[in-house]
């Protein structure tokens, strides 16, 4: 295929055609609107205006479309290419879905933060149809007819009155050679949604087959020919160092090939740790050779950090701090909620309430543990550029340069698709540890006489566990007032901070008078965080709603309906909450939930059975689940049945894999719930592996989790995201309507509870 | 020390260290990439091979240990998919991220073929130890479901 790099003349024509041996065409789009967004830090793009290629119409007049975004089992391999496809108008039986590499015409390439549809759904969209439009010209030349009498299908042009159909393939050479259509043309040709065929439709995952009959489908599966496997050995502690190691004891083991002590490379959550890395013929013989490692290491000042002393600091911190009116800045690396909020007087209104509750809450750092452990595969060759096979969410020619200490422009990156993200993969040290480790493998080889060869980087559980970026703890200290009958008068939140999130711009934030958030911070803190799935509210969610709950109770009325009370009564003048919440959307999923739930006639339940509910705006989409427990003797309880409203706008892409995303949610809110949480002792994480670290397991499933998709009058989000958090406050409030019993704390395993 | 390991029926020989497990001489020295590491002590099950048709935790089964016994993994179902499992897991679209589904598929073959009809509690028994981080659970006990019963039809 011609490179096609040039920048377009004219913004409006858009869409690029090139010609391709064999008798094919290939379309690509530009796309101004995805360069803004998505650089570093927020500002310019790193990319300039180029030539996408995403359609190849191949002679037998089936149709390769690319899948731009690497895939973690979200979807999105098959998600993307559906919008180009349907609009294309093609069968998705004549589509073969191929993974794109890391290319700047590609745009943005990235998942996290439920971004990809959004950003990506008018664009894709815009590829088909411009491609449909051109096939629609040509024929329209072909047979000197009008365009408006022709229709496609199933990859191919008809005008039915003359009886005549000409197959995309048959017109590819009369495509290349026309000039493309301008924005408003592609955009006018866009086909009704009612007529969507395959947008919406249950396509199902493009690797199944592979992924069934155990072909290599994932990172870990990549194994170019002649590779070695590394593994790297880090401190236990945050931060330190290697001081010396028994390299050369090391080296003359069984299969062992190098060994290398390495400094650090300082780049945040992006750099390289100090460590030592082990080379070896295959995995085992390397990581058995850990056995034998003896590393003198230097801890550093981590050493001296633990959960207890963190949460010691924060009951003191909200004892001093927690009634101060002012709000204190947030910390650096707060997420989702920036700075505090101070909104009417809290304080005062306290004073004057007719009730007050007050409640401590608590959330630990977690894990993301996907269930493959990090890897990547790279190869440092003579001419010192770098070829990289990458299971990550985020992926960046940076981050394998940095540490192979080259340039990004001689790194090669190639999308692989991962066992699972979850977050974990939106940081890329893994990258980093294989660019240094390829390098210098390549270079001693090269020093010796011996050809380079591709090095495999593998982690183990262990390692994973032990070297994440955990999801923030959070300490709340709350305090509410009620009027006489029951109304929300007052709220406030005090978060002892350890990088966690602020939530400064929560529901009931916008729905009743007073509100105040402020935090201060836990110091010194230092273990490394990041985003877990729902990184904004996947832990404030189970706190507020559940605090919301007590509020509800205190004022002896129904948690459903309370909430729908607040929601329909914003404070004037309404600040609302950031990010554009919508209350008549919220109500809409709660009031679908407490329908499907058959939530007012729960009174009918058997003792020690109750259904709780709890909501969520998360990534611009709204949920609302209800759940219902039973709670046997010795605290074991049962999640029975759930029912979740989602409201992600006017479009479900794919309605099986947005279903099996929600009810996935709820079983990881499940393992959040019950059994997980990171802590610290000595500077190091004290959980090794799923023994200490369970994950919901198959019998502790509800028997159904009924998923309705509200479809509003709204541009289409992602979902990835919003369905996992409300999951864990839904449960919580159904343990108390059982039991009486308000938990707040997780994971409820530290109270003494466990799955039936 | 060599070996000699029935795999999926054919016989090959492999000179590996006895206290190599199972499961890095199927991906790494017989370049089965099929069967998966999670966590190497047993508790996820992504690892989960058959040795004479019993479920078997390949991270912890040293390769000494195997003798002459049969060992399936997820490349002995049929490459074609046809086996009714495979068929109900493509038809109910199990797989999210699909790394444990290797595992989850012996495990339930194990299943079905001293059980042809399971209840949700038999399945709930039997495909507990392995993990799915996605959660695909419910699907995974639906197929099954749908795999027995169309292997009772056959």
Redesign the interface.
């Known amino acids: 295929m011609k490179d096609s790099m040039t920048l377009p003349l004219d913004r409006r024509s858009f869409l690029k055609v090139t010609a391709l041996a064999g008798g094919g065409v290939a379309i690509g789009l530009y796309a101004p609107s995805l360069v803004q967004a998505q650089g570093p830090g927020g500002g310019a793009a790193a990319w300039s205006l180029a030539a996408r290629d995403y359609i190849t119409v191949h002679p037998d007049n089936t149709f390769s479309i690319i899948a731009k975004n690497p895939e973690?089992?979200?979807?999105i391999r098959h998600a993307l290419p559906q919008l180009i496809a349907d609009e294309f108008d093609v069968d998705w039986s004549q589509v073969k879905v191929v993974q794109a590499d890391l290319d700047p015409k590609y745009g943005p390439q990235s998942e996290g933060g439920s971004r990809a549809t959004p950003v990506n759904y008018d664009p894709m969209r815009q590829v088909g149809a411009g491609g449909r439009l051109m096939m629609v010209t040509a024929a329209a030349q072909q047979w000197n007819v009008p365009a408006s009498e022709l229709t496609t299908g199933r990859g191919a042009v008809t005008h039915a009155s003359s009886k005549r159909t000409a197959t995309y393939a048959s017109l590819a050479a009369r495509v290349a050679a026309m000039q493309p259509p301008s924005a408003d043309a592609v955009k006018a040709a866009y086909k009704n949604p009612a007529n969507f065929a395959i947008i919406g439709k249950?396509i199902?995952?493009v690797?199944?087959?592979a992924?069934?009959?155990?072909?290599?489908?994932?990172s870990?599966?990549i194994?170019p020919e002649g590779a070695l496997?590394a593994v790297f050995e880090k401190c236990p502690v945050f931060g330190g160092k290697a001081v010396s190691a028994n390299l050369d004891e090391i080296k003359r083991l069984?299969g062992i090939r190098h060994a290398f002590l390495v400094e650090a490379i300082p780049a945040g959550n992006n750099g390289l740790a100090s460590g030592v890395f082990i080379v070896g013929d295959?995995?085992?013989l390397a990581n058995n050779a850990r056995r034998t490692l003896k590393v003198v290491w230097d801890e550093g000042p981590v050493a001296t950090q633990s959960t207890v002393g963190y949460t010691a600091m924060a009951k003191r911190l909200a004892a001093e701090r927690a009634s101060a009116p002012a709000p204190a800045p947030a910390p650096q690396g707060g997420r989702g909620g920036g700075g505090g909020a101070a909104i009417g007087d809290a304080e005062a209104a306290f004073k004057s309430a007719a009730k007050v509750i007050e409640a401590e809450y608590y959330f630990p750092l977690l894990s993301h543990?996907?269930?493959?452990?990090q890897n990547s595969t790279a190869h440092y060759t003579r001419d010192g550029s770098l070829e990289i096979w990458s299971c990550s969410q985020t992926p960046a020619l940076a981050h394998p340069a940095r540490g192979a200490g080259i340039e990004p422009s001689k790194v090669t990156m190639h999308l692989v698709?991962?066992?699972?993200?979850?977050g974990r993969r939106l940081v890329n040290d893994y990258d980093v540890e294989a660019g240094k480790i390829a390098r210098l493998v390549s270079e001693e080889r090269m020093a010796a006489g011996l050809p380079t060869v591709p090095v495999k980087l593998?982690w183990?559980?262990?390692d994973d566990m032990t070297h994440d970026q955990y999801r923030p703890s959070g300490y709340h200290f709350f305090k509410a007032g009620l009027d006489a009958s029951g109304k929300l008068v007052a709220f406030r939140d005090f978060v002892a901070s350890a990088n966690s999130v602020v939530p400064a711009n929560e529901f009931p934030r916008g729905f009743v008078e007073n509100f105040q958030v402020t935090s201060a911070p836990v110091t010194p803190f230092d273990i490394p965080t990041g985003a877990l799935r729902a990184p904004g509210t996947n832990g404030v969610s189970f706190v507020m709603q559940s605090f919301i709950d007590e509020i509800a109770i205190a004022a002896g009325k129904d948690p459903l309906q309370y909430r729908l009370d607040l929601l329909a009564s914003p404070v004037a003048p309404a600040p609302g909450t950031a990010g554009g919440f919508n209350a008549a959307r919220a109500r809409g999923v709660l009031e679908a939930v407490r329908d499907m739930s058959d939530w007012n006639n729960r009174g009918r339940l058997p003792a020690g059975t109750g259904k709780g509910v709890a909501f969520q705006f998360a990534h611009a989409g709204y949920v609302a689940y209800v759940a219902e427990v039973t709670v046997g003797a010795n605290k074991r309880i049962a999640v029975n049945r759930a029912w979740c409203a989602v409201d992600v706008g006017r479009q479900i892409i794919n309605p099986?894999?947005s279903t099996?995303?929600v009810?996935?949610?709820?079983?990881?809110a499940m393992s959040h719930m019950m059994g997980w949480q990171i802590t610290i002792e000595q500077g190091r994480v004290v959980q090794k592996?799923?023994?200490a670290y369970q994950?919901?397991?198959?019998?502790q499933?509800p028997?159904?989790?009924e998923v309705k998709f509200l479809q509003t009058d709204f541009d289409p989000t992602g979902l990835g995201e919003p369905a996992l958090p409300p999951a864990i406050p839904a449960i919580a409030n159904a343990l108390f309507a059982a039991t009486g019993a308000r938990i707040r704390t997780v994971p409820f395993g530290d109270e003494g509870y466990a799955w039936t | 020390m060599v070996y000699s390991l029935s795999v999926n029926g054919r016989t090959q020989k492999v000179d590996v260290q006895p206290e190599m497990p199972l499961l890095w001489v199927l991906r790494d020295v017989l370049k089965l990439k099929g069967t998966k590491f999670g966590c190497g002590v047993g508790q996820c099950g992504a690892c989960t091979v058959l040795v004479n048709g019993t479920p078997t935790r390949a991270c912890l089964t040293n390769v000494s240990t195997v003798g002459t016994r049969q060992v399936t993994t997820i490349e002995g179902l049929p490459a074609d998919a046809s086996h009714p499992l495979q068929r109900a897991w493509l038809e109910l679209d199990v797989p999210q991220c699909g790394y444990c589904q290797a595992g989850q598929l012996m495990a339930a073959s194990a299943l079905l073929a001293r059980n042809p009809a399971p209840t949700d509690a038999d399945i709930d028994t039997a495909m507990s130890g392995n993990v799915c981080r996605c959660g695909t659970y419910m699907r995974i006990r639906e197929a099954i479901h749908q795999a027995a019963r169309a292997g009772r039809r056959t």
């Open positions: 973690t089992g979200q979807g249950p199902k995952g690797d199944n087959v992924i069934v009959t155990g072909k290599p489908a994932f870990l599966d194994e496997c069984p295959h995995f085992w543990a996907p269930l493959e452990p698709r991962a066992g699972g993200g979850f593998v183990t559980r262990e099986l894999h099996n995303l009810q996935g949610a709820f079983v990881e592996n799923f023994n994950p919901t397991r198959m019998n499933v028997a159904s989790i």
